[in-house]
């Protein structure tokens, strides 16, 4: 599918503000294989897409999962606005007719992470963190640095930064955010 006709489509779904987002993430995860030698086209893709489930009604979000046969865990269950990146992905496929596994395995991810990312998951995660219209968060100036001169410290903030705050707010954290912030840790000191 063309970018035009993506680009169309996803102004059909996301707010004006969800739409900016997304092709901020398209642009900086562009720049960022650029610079990591990763596939460019691909990262411009996953970037525009990575958020096109995001705008469903959470009350949606679960029951679209459950008929789609998507595997929900028990944070998903709680909180199905952790959902939108596997129903991204399954939209990605179904609705804009993108079969890569490489972009879908990045907005399936873009969310929690997982242990043993790909340098396309890393990029789109980062590039969804750190992007230009993104509000100001804790940190953000020096992890947007960092994400130009090391992907995987830029990485493992960011994961650090996001459970510190889900903590502070009570919030449930996703398993599979703190499987890859230990994995990330560990792999970190070696």
């Known amino acids: 599918m063309e970018r035009a006709v993506m680009i169309k489509k996803l102004k059909d779904k996301l707010t004006e503000k969800r739409f900016v987002h997304s092709v901020g993430v398209e642009y900086t995860a562009s720049c960022m294989a650029f610079l990591y030698g990763a596939d460019m086209k691909k990262a411009r893709i996953a970037g525009l897409l990575h958020d096109c489930a ?13 008929k789609y046969g998507l595997p929900v865990n028990s944070s998903e269950r709680a909180n199905p606005d952790l959902l939108h990146g596997k129903l ?20 399936t991810y873009h969310t929690t992470g997982r242990p043993g990312m790909t340098l396309m998951d890393k990029i789109i995660y980062v590039a969804d963190y750190i992007e230009p219209n993104r509000k100001m968060l804790n940190e953000l100036p020096e992890i947007r640095k960092e994400a ?8 493992l903030h960011i994961l650090k ?17 703190e499987k890859t912030y230990y994995y990330y840790c560990s792999n970190n000191k070696k």
């Open 148 to 155: 130009f001169q090391d992907i995987d410290k830029a990485l």
């Open 161 to 177: 930064n996001i459970l510190v705050y889900l903590e502070s707010q009570s919030c449930e954290i996703d398993e599979m955010t």
């Open 88 to 107: 991204g992905a399954y939209y990605a496929r179904t609705k804009y007719g993108i079969n890569d596994k490489e972009i879908l395995d990045a907005i």
């Open 54 to 66: 995001k705008c469903i009604p959470t009350e949606e979000k679960l029951t679209k999962a459950e």
